[in-house]
């Protein structure tokens, strides 16, 4: 029995063992393809502008506002008058100024040259007189308004009409010893509808100059205007200070004020090298 047994342990021992799993094939060695990279440089940068139709831009809106005198609580007023007294019918202009912008209205005088621009509002104005075509325009009076200011003015135009004369010496101031030229001109004298002093020429007028002490004449004194309604003459400075000269016009003489006469002009200057 007991080598029965052996012998059964045996067997089991030799035939009942699991047999050995063989061990997996080898999977083939598997092949890559490399890849390549490729480089791609970006696309510049482009600027779209947008269309009116998709801007989301906002318009920019400029108010404007119209200047005006009022209405107000303050009132302008006075008189105007001429060399020969008050005078009616004269234009007054009224100009309010704000910055740069100027609203304007025109008063006209009425009896006695009196004149009133009432409910008006305050702030900077200036105000003239001035009556086409012979009268004015009056010194501006330039003047700050209160918002219920009561303002009077007695604004007096000069005349602007008649014979007009004028002088112009060049060099100004002429110099002694130095020559010189003295030119008169000769029109008549209106004002515009603006107020605006203007002088008509007058050709073919003869005219006489007649210099003072110390002032000589070096050309004819008798000369007749030209198209311009001017006449020129040559003279030269004896003494310094003078300044006078004498024109006649027909039967009438008027006196001119030059500038009065500088002293000569100095050499110049001798700039002196010494010898090494």
């Known amino acids: 029995m007991a080598l029965v047994g ?19 094939p080898t999977a083939p060695a598997e092949t890559t393809t490399p890849t390549t990279t490729a480089t791609t440089k970006p696309a510049p940068a482009t600027t779209v502008r947008p269309t009116s139709t998709s801007s989301t831009a906002r318009p920019t809106t400029t ?14 007023g006075g008189t105007v008058s001429g060399p020969a007294g008050p005078v009616d019918g004269a234009t007054v202009r009224v100009e309010r100024i704000v910055g740069k912008a100027v609203a304007t209205t025109d008063v006209v005088t009425a009896g006695g040259g009196s004149w009133n621009l009432g409910s008006v509002l305050g702030g900077s104005y200036r105000v003239r007189a001035f009556k086409a075509p012979d009268l004015g325009p009056s010194p501006v009076e330039a003047f700050f308004l209160g ?11 000069p005349g602007g009409g008649g014979e007009r004369l004028t002088a112009v010496v060049n060099p100004n101031p002429p110099r002694v010893d130095q020559p010189a030229t003295v030119t008169v001109q000769v029109g008549i004298g209106r004002v515009d509808d603006q107020g605006r002093p203007l002088v008509t020429p007058r050709p073919g007028v003869i005219l006489v100059l007649s210099p003072a002490a110390g002032i000589l004449l070096e050309s004819a004194p008798q000369a007749v205007t030209d198209g311009n309604g001017s006449a020129t003459w040559a003279i030269r400075c004896a003494a310094e200070g003078a300044d006078t000269i004498s024109l006649t016009v027909g039967a009438g003489i008027t006196s001119f004020k030059l500038p009065a006469c500088g002293p000569p002009v100095p050499p110049p200057a001798t700039t002196t090298t010494k010898a090494r």
């Open 6 to 24: 052996a012998l059964l342990m045996a067997a089991a021992a030799c035939g009942g063992s699991k047999p050995t799993a063989a061990p997996p």
């Open 147 to 157: 918002a219920n200011d009561r303002k009077t003015f007695d604004l007096k135009m």
């Open 63 to 76: 108010a404007t506002t119209l200047l005006g005198l009022g209405p107000g609580n303050a009132s302008i």
